[in-house]
């Protein structure tokens, strides 16, 4: 059992937003590739990369030049560090584009990329990247009939993912092969014929796919080489079952390893203000906020994906639901989602991870006793290898305590950090109030 002597803490309070003035950490730093310990990403220079992107599916299909400004000034504004979206139409919330355009026309068997919508995406992609944020693109949505992906032949899945790689390849990308794929026995075959026959040539790319909900598949792909970062969706539940899966479920026990090839990355945690699954209410900044630390403890931190009700969409009806999801709720028009409290705390989560050394932080169950007989109140613990910072989260109304075995205290003082408004305060190894959330961290 480790041993860890707690001594004064120093936390970094939570910093105001980034300036405009700040370097393009791509132009600062290089490309990103995943760090040689296989949990997280770097630039060429080394330099770790926190990944915190914000959802926005429909926003390049959708937006005007001026509106997508105003998107990633607010974005950048809060700390936000890449842009997730779909770079092709037909997709159910958006069949075309602003224009009226898909992403592909095909006769005679032939898929054709149409080029004046790529003209559009190359604008919003290239916007991205010169806010200093890393591009996020589905390249083929795989769910269900009217997605590009579903419909399409293998061949015409290759010929447009292929074209895609092939236009977006020298800028900073993470590229997610399908959306909302199953991979049942028979998908999984195929999507890796897919990614094999699109990255087979681009071994220095990043790849990632995105999975149905509470969907980990990734046990029977290590020898898929190009799919080099393993995302997962914990999705929009709020029963106790989607908060086990992923408290103690795949993701945790990805974590338990002892080692790691690949980093994990949850795209998708429940997004802000959208129905859940279960109660059929609106999620909270709180479950929006715990999954979020759930997902960057439970196994080693790379990074974590926001998603607000709205936004994700490029929401501007009024008093309706997104496009063929109107059971996810009325939605608020983008400009408002913009604002929702969530979005602003994703930039206390970033201040938090880069002021401690995140990078070398695993999780450390052990350290902790505590009753998981109710999943939502699970408290989640990671410290770094040599014992001397650890950071845990307490969901309001936990109770778990350290093992007496596994630390040994005295009176130095641990500090506490306030997820919603990212001020920080001394205490003990008890949260300051069981009404709220709260972040420990210490330091020896």
């Not at 995943?34 to 959802?55: C, I, N, R, S, Y």
């Not at 030049?65 to 809060?78: E, F, G, I, N, S």
């Not at 974590?255 to 059929?280: D, F, I, T, V």
Request: glycine letters at 8%.
């Amino acid at each position: 059992m480790t041993r860890l002597l707690l001594a004064a803490v120093v936390v970094v309070a939570a910093a105001d937003p980034a300036p405009a003035s700040d370097p393009n950490p791509f132009e600062a730093h290089g490309r990103l590739r995943v760090a040689k310990a296989g949990t997280h990403l770097e630039h060429a220079d080394g330099t770790p990369f926190f990944f915190l992107a914000d959802t926005c599916w429909t926003g390049p299909a959708l937006s005007s030049p001026d509106d997508w400004q105003v998107y990633l000034k607010d974005r950048t504004a809060k700390r936000f560090t890449a842009v997730q979206f779909n770079a092709v139409s037909p997709w159910r919330a958006a069949p075309t584009d602003a224009e009226g355009r898909t992403a592909y026309t095909i006769a005679h068997g032939k898929l054709t990329p149409n080029e004046d919508y790529f003209k559009r995406l190359d604008a919003r992609l290239q916007a991205i990247n010169d806010a200093g944020l890393l591009a996020v693109p589905v390249l083929a949505w795989a769910h269900k009939k009217g997605d590009a992906g579903f419909d399409l032949t293998d061949e015409q899945v290759v010929a447009l993912v292929r074209f895609e790689v092939d236009r977006y390849k020298d800028k900073h990308c993470l590229f997610i092969l399908a959306g909302d794929a199953r991979y049942t026995p028979e998908e999984a075959a195929r999507w890796k014929r897919i990614g094999r026959a699109v990255f087979k040539d681009h071994p220095g790319l990043l790849v990632t796919t995105h999975p149905t909900g509470t969907n980990w598949p990734w046990k029977g792909w290590d020898d898929e080489p190009w799919l080099n970062v393993l995302g997962y969706q914990s999705g929009h539940g709020d029963g106790d079952k989607t908060w086990a899966w992923l408290t103690d479920g795949p993701p945790a026990e990805y974590g338990r390893q002892k080692a790691w090839k690949r980093p994990a990355l949850n795209l998708e945690p429940p997004y802000e203000a959208h129905n859940a699954y279960q109660s059929k209410k609106p999620h909270s900044d709180y479950n929006v906020r715990r999954a979020t630390y759930w997902s960057l403890l439970v196994h080693p931190p790379a990074g974590v994906t926001y998603g607000g009700h709205g936004v994700w969409s490029w929401h501007t009806k009024p008093g309706k639901g997104p496009t063929d999801h109107e059971s996810t709720g009325v939605a608020k028009v983008w400009r408002e989602a913009l604002d929702l409290p969530g979005a602003g705390q994703m930039a206390h989560v970033r201040t938090l991870f880069e002021s401690v050394p995140w990078t070398q932080l695993r999780p450390t169950p052990d350290l902790l006793a505590q009753d998981k007989a109710d999943p939502s109140k699970f408290v989640v613990c990671a410290s770094t290898p040599d014992g001397k910072v650890v950071v845990a989260y307490f969901p309001a109304g936990a109770k778990a305590a350290f093992v007496p075995s596994g630390l040994t205290l005295n009176t130095s003082q641990k500090t506490w950090f306030d997820p919603r408004t990212g001020a920080a305060r001394p205490g003990d190894l008890t949260p300051p109030d069981v009404a709220n959330d709260w972040v420990l961290v210490v330091r020896s």
